[in-house]
């Protein structure tokens, strides 16, 4: 067993050059400074004010000198009062009137039959029309950039969510009537519900009822072996169930972000379990939860000890000089710079190359960057400067306000106003098992890859040198899912333009960034679209691209399967678990999907 490790310097606020004198309290200002935003960003879930402020700021300094535009958003206001105003006359003669706006496809929120009795009608038009009026008054201001024309509509967008009737009890018909039928036991129940959320999250346990999906009985319980173990990983290797296996295994990269077993969730839900019955010898990277201690860990500590240590131990253990590399999200993008720098130096270890819902070119990362930029960064910098790393809660309210209706306020009606307990999955119990990311790793993955860029544009460095993904050869199987707040799959299509690989075969699912992958077969709503782009071939847009592959039904696990298949070398007996070097250290899902 190896255990590797490497000091590395940490990022912070350049320090005065070496020939210069500091001023006296220059570090305890500093310090000072460091301190007081890290406990305000605790306070405002990370979200920095100041950047917040800036952009309103612009806004409205741009709005006030555009007098067109006042009188445009003048004369939309009295169109709008004026076609409500008939709405309402018509409803008052006939109470089937069609609505005179209709919310939004994935608006959800007025759909029950009660939203369309008086006056509730009337509330939620009203609230619908002045939501359409705030979309105009933050878009297309002359002088504003896009970005921060899109940050500031979102957080628009927000505050009206936060302010919708569906949100207030004795506005929204479905609390009422609940509230009149059950003489209002459901409020009761709902605060009851509150105050157990709130004990729950001040003590960190699990939300409510996950308690019932346990690590090794319910969920990653497929069979297998710790093979390695170092100071930021562990390595799986699963029991094979079939009597001959394809030569070249897969190893399974996931992001830290997530525990792995979200790939391995339960039985007929997991793709670890599909992939070893279908005759893959499978290997799995368990990320280690980092504390404190491990602030200094950065992105090559994470390739080093990660994808780069386990393709030495899959190689030994399986006798095979070649591996199918699949990254998922974040460690896709880490098991794509290894894959540049494997092929800057000549290392043909990658057989092939598949990415889940994975992005490796940055410019168009959907709404997750309206909470990227400087301002942003440093003010998370500086709260992670503080603990050594930034914790799950925190990073679960970036991502629960990109859909606040469906991950806040719906739960807020649901389980507090209308005091009904939401069933809990296998999906919910791993999302609620969080982890962190070390200060360095995190601060050089926003700034070199969000806010530079540099791994598409060939900046980024890999001992001491630029890697390129246009280096890679190996045969490349991109996934995206059709509704991914993390990484849209017109971001995830990029990798067309960044690579000179002989061939990409890019699949679009439906689903999200997790559901759409978690895709198992017999699976009864997914779809997907497939194609191949050889080298040589013109290059297809997003847009067309969809509208000239065709559709099909199901999971599109046994697609990818069948292209594992045709690029591996034949079948062979299976290889035992571990190696005389690398004895098996425990059984699955090891020690560190355990750790707190």
């Not at 952009?55 to 535009?69: N, R």
């Not at 830290?256 to 599909?274: A, N, Q, R």
């Not at 992939?275 to 950065?298: A, C, K, Y």
């Not at 062979?572 to 750790?595: K, Q, T, W």
Request: with cysteine.
């Amino acid at each position: 067993m190896r255990h590797e490790s490497r000091t590395t310097p940490e990022p912070c606020t350049p320090l005065p050059a070496a020939d210069e004198r500091p001023n006296p309290g220059y570090y305890a200002t500093h310090a000072l400074d460091r301190a007081f935003k890290a406990n305000l960003a605790r306070m405002t879930a990370g979200i920095t004010p100041a950047g917040l402020a800036s952009v309103y700021f612009e806004w409205l300094t741009h709005l006030a000198l555009s007098p067109g535009k006042q009188v445009e958003l003048g004369e939309k206001f009295v169109r709008k009062s004026t076609r409500f105003a008939q709405y309402a006359a018509r409803l008052a003669m006939n109470p089937a009137t069609p609505a005179c706006i209709e919310p939004m496809p994935q608006d959800r929120r007025f759909r029950d039959d009660a939203w369309q009795q008086l006056p509730y009608n009337l509330i939620h038009q009203s609230f619908l029309l002045t939501q359409q009026w705030w979309h105009n008054a933050t878009t297309e201001i002359e002088g504003v950039s896009p970005a921060r024309e899109r940050v500031i509509n979102f957080v628009t967008r927000q505050l009206l969510d936060h302010a919708s009737p569906s949100n207030i009890p004795w506005l929204n018909p479905e609390i009422a009537h609940t509230t009149l039928a059950s003489g209002g036991r459901n409020l009761v129940n709902g605060w009851q519900n509150f105050l157990e959320d709130c004990e729950r999250a001040v003590s960190g346990k699990p939300p409510v009822r996950a308690e019932a999906y346990r690590l090794g009985e319910h969920l990653a319980v497929t069979p297998g072996k710790v093979v390695y173990r170092n100071h930021l990983m562990e390595l799986i290797q699963y029991t094979p169930t079939t009597r001959q296996v394809q030569a070249e295994p897969v190893l399974i990269v996931p992001a830290w972000i997530m525990k792995y077993y979200v790939l391995d969730l339960t039985p007929g839900k997991s793709l670890v379990e599909y992939l070893v019955d279908q005759g893959h010898t499978v290997f799995m990277i368990s990320w280690r939860n980092p504390g404190s201690e491990d602030r200094d860990l950065g992105m090559d500590d994470y390739r080093r000890l990660g994808p780069m240590a386990a393709l030495d131990v899959v190689t030994e253990i399986s006798g095979s000089p070649r591996v199918h590399g699949v990254g998922y999200c974040l460690g896709g993008t880490l098991l794509s710079i290894a894959a540049a720098a494997m092929a800057r130096d000549g290392d043909k270890r990658l057989a092939s190359l598949t990415t889940l819902a994975t992005q490796v070119d940055f410019t168009e990362a959907g709404e997750l960057t309206l909470f990227i930029g400087e301002s942003q960064v440093a003010y998370l910098e500086n709260m992670m400067w503080d603990q050594g790393y930034l914790d799950g809660y925190q990073m679960a309210g970036a991502f629960q306000i990109l859909r606040s209706n469906d991950l806040v306020w719906s739960r807020m009606v649901h389980d507090y106003l209308l005091g009904q307990r939401q069933p809990m999955n296998a999906l919910m119990a791993w999302n609620a098992d969080i982890t962190r990311l070390p200060y360095r790793m995190h601060s050089e993955y926003l700034r070199q890859l969000f806010l530079n860029n540099d791994l598409a544009s060939g900046r980024y460095q890999v001992d001491h040198r630029p890697v390129a993904i246009q280096d890679i050869r190996a045969p490349i199987f991109a996934v995206g899912t059709t509704s991914d707040h993390v990484a849209p799959w017109q971001s995830v299509y990029k990798v067309h333009l960044l690579t000179d690989a002989d061939e990409v075969t890019f699949l679009l699912t439906s689903g999200g960034h997790n559901a759409g992958i978690v895709s198992e077969p017999n699976h009864p709503t997914r779809r997907f679209r497939l194609r191949t782009q050889y080298q040589g071939e013109r290059y297809l847009d997003p847009d067309t691209w969809q509208q000239t592959t065709s559709e099909q039904s199901g999971s599109w696990w046994p697609a990818w399967q069948q292209w594992l298949v045709a690029h591996s070398s034949g079948q062979v007996a299976p290889p035992a678990l571990g190696s005389e070097r690398y004895s098996p250290l425990g059984d699955a899902p090891g020690r560190y999907v355990l750790m707190p």
